[in-house]
């Protein structure tokens, strides 16, 4: 992604998310200066990886196949002193704009629709060699009311609800269209995105960033290179 078009969606995301009174913590909003003045405090945002997460999955499509994520909190595998014992992110999607179908091998977690459109989601199980179940059907916590679905059934969750995904579930969501732009929530353990996602499409996790104007914000798979 160019990162002009990484500024761009980080703006449209804090206009949704002023539009329905979400706000940021501080280093939501930070500029580079306040980076550099925090620089010393920010060790656990930066190890734990929170913040800005703006990614196409490597596919330039980023309109259809693509999200701007923010982690709210988070904390690490191998050090119980760092960040909290699980996690939290805003997943905020243009109408219509999905994430790539995938599951998690460790990590559980409640997808929640907190404001705007419809949430949209197929869910399949895993096959014994890692593959998409698209036969058996598929039993999930929907608000704790456990509901049997047929694998790749399409389920609508309106805003205040919420799904809960459990490990080696694959899921694909997305912004139902003609529902306008959604803001999700997501709660979890611990997570993990350097080796938790596992793909039945060939994408990347993180974006290849083309300089073309000064950045915004950082990105949190970033903060090495950057700060």
Same mark, same amino acid.
């Given at each position: 992604?160019?990162?002009?078009? @990484? $500024?761009?969606?980080? !703006? ?61 909190? $988070?904390?690490?595998? +191998? ?22 179908? =995938? ?7 409640? @997808?929640? $629709? ?13 096959? !014994? ?32 609800? !919420?799904? +809960? ?23 979890? !353990? ?6 938790? &996602?596992? &793909? ?16 915004? =914000?950082?990105?949190? $798979? ?6």
């Amino acid at each position: 992604m160019k990162r002009s078009e @990484i $500024n761009q969606a980080i !703006s449209w995301a804090k206009e949704l998310l002023e539009k329905h009174q979400v706000k940021l913590p501080p280093f939501g909003y930070w500029t580079m200066q306040d980076w550099e003045e925090n620089k010393i405090k920010a060790d656990t945002i930066k190890q734990v990886m929170l913040g800005w997460d703006i990614t196409d999955y490597g596919k330039d499509q980023f309109d259809q196949l693509g999200a701007v994520l923010f982690t709210l909190r $988070n904390g690490s595998l +191998t050090d119980v002193t760092m960040g909290t014992p699980y996690a939290e992110k805003l997943i905020i999607l243009k109408e219509g704009q999905r994430l790539p179908i =995938h599951h998690h091998a460790s990590k559980t977690e409640d @997808i929640i $629709n907190r404001a705007g459109g419809m949430l949209a989601i197929k869910l399949y199980n895993t096959l !014994s060699n890692g593959d998409v179940d698209y036969v058996r059907d598929v039993t999930v916590d929907l608000d704790a009311v456990k509901v049997t679905l047929k694998a790749g059934e399409e389920l609508l969750i309106p805003p205040g609800c !919420s799904i +809960t995904l459990r490990p080696y579930m694959y899921h694909l969501f997305w912004a139902k269209e003609g529902h306008g732009p959604l803001i999700c929530g997501e709660v979890s !353990s611990i997570n993990d995105d350097l080796t938790d &996602n596992y &793909n039945a499409e060939a994408v990347s996790r993180f974006s290849t960033v083309e300089e073309d104007v000064p950045l915004l =914000h950082p990105l949190c $798979n970033e903060y090495d290179r950057i700060l």
